[in-house]
T-cell receptor, first 113, second 112 residues
Framework: QQQVKQSPQSLIVQKGGISIINCAYENTAFDYFPWYQQFPGKGPALLIAIRPDVSEKKEGRFTISFNKSAKQFSLHIMDSQPGDSATYFC????????????FGKGTRLSVIA | KAGVTQTPRYLIKTRGQQVTLSCSPI?????VSWYQQTPGQGLQFLFE???????NKGNFPGRFSGRQFSNSRSEMNVSTLELGDSALYLCASSLLEGPIQYFGAGTRLSVL
């Protein structure tokens, strides 16, 4: 049973455009939602995260939008750059950290000039 | 502060062999988790160790095992390798409390 569903699988965006990746979760016990960025040959790196008591969190060009009632959250990358080309994973976990991260299947983002 | 270190970075084995992968967590981190990453299944949780004890376990066969040492370093072992075990194996460490996990670069295992 896939507990976190991520879409799209791949995304091509023009330089300067907005990249949007969506995730939906099933377990309402989850209370911490991180996004990880992975470049080829590297491990996933924490990009930005949100807790369900806020509806939006922004860090630079990266914004998470969170809809608790719909059990959905999304990553927006503003002014997308070729250097943003990577695979992005959404995830969910209990805030206590006593359970494992549950990942979406990933979105391969390509930003073209 | 040094990040999570995984060795070796690449391994080639043949079916039926066994393999041991190593992970050194960030200094001060006491929890170590292991994940398997494949193109088809994505990132799947294997197990987590805290204070030398397995605290959580994913849905993998008993051929996959791990351990943690008193210095928090961890190893995972896969016995009787199968072609389907070819994957990137990632180790992540975290502090005692809290959800933030930091990943190593992984060990790329190829089973021929």
């Amino acid at each position: 049973q896939q507990q976190v569903k991520q879409s799209p699988q791949s995304l091509i965006v023009q330089k300067g455009g907005i990249s949007i990746i969506n995730c939906a979760y099933e377990n309402t016990a989850f209370d911490y939602f991180p996004w990880y960025q992975q470049f080829p040959g590297k491990g996933p790196a924490l990009l930005i995260a949100i807790r369900p008591d806020v509806s939006e969190k922004k860090e630079g060009r990266f914004t998470i939008s969170f809809n608790k009632s719909a059990k959905q959250f999304s990553l927006h990358i503003m002014d997308s750059q070729p250097g943003d080309s990577a695979t992005y994973f959404c995830a969910a976990i209990l805030n206590s950290g006593n359970t494992p991260l549950v990942f979406g299947k990933g979105t391969r983002l390509s930003v073209i000039a | 502060k040094a990040g999570v270190t995984q060795t070796p970075r690449y391994l080639i084995k043949t079916r039926g062999q066994q393999v041991t992968l190593s992970c050194s967590p960030i200094s001060g981190h006491r929890s170590v988790s292991w994940y398997q990453q494949t193109p088809g299944q994505g990132l799947q949780f294997l197990f987590e160790y805290f204070s030398e004890t397995q605290r959580n376990k994913g849905n993998f066969p008993g051929r996959f095992s791990g351990r943690q040492f008193s210095n928090s370093r961890s190893e995972m072992n896969v016995s009787t390798l199968e072609l389907g075990d070819s994957a990137l194996y990632l180790c992540a460490s975290s502090l005692l409390e809290g959800p933030i996990q930091y990943f190593g670069a992984g060990t790329r295992l190829s089973v021929l």
